[in-house]
Nanobody
Framework: QVQLVESGGGLVQAGGSLRLSCAAS??????NRWYRQAPGKQRELVAQ???????TYADSVKGRFTISRDNAKNTVYLQMNSLKPEDTAVYYC???????????WGQGTQVTVSS
């Protein structure tokens, strides 16, 4: 199974930007997702990209976050702009070949947005 390693998290002021990276140990799968989990809340799907290039976003991040992938580097990115304190969470990447399988998960990277 492909191993995933996230990076790029950190502490940023509201209005700032971060770019998260998800490096895969092998060829990245057809469906790439970023999830996040804030303390005391359920994990939520933030962004998804499919191999054809189609993307979907949670309403809360539309217009601010952008998911992309670099197949040559086996890496998926999440560009986060205009960050808000409510974006504070641990962010996880997930790769899967189909919607019916759980796929691979990274260990998560902490994003903290201060007001």
């Amino acid at each position: 199974q492909v191993q995933l390693v996230e990076s790029g998290g950190g502490l940023v002021q509201a209005g700032g930007s971060l770019r998260l990276s998800c490096a895969a140990s092998g060829t990245i799968s057809s469906i790439n997702r970023w999830y996040r989990q804030a303390p005391g809340k359920q994990r939520e799907l933030v962004a998804q990209m499919r191999s054809g290039g189609s993307t979907t976003y949670a309403d809360s991040v539309k217009g601010r976050f952008t998911i992309s992938r670099d197949n040559a580097k086996n890496t998926v990115y999440l560009q986060m702009n205009s960050l808000k304190p409510e974006d504070t969470a641990v962010y996880y990447c997930n790769n899967r070949q189909s919607l019916s399988e759980p796929g691979s998960w990274g260990q998560g990277t902490q994003v903290t947005v201060s007001s």
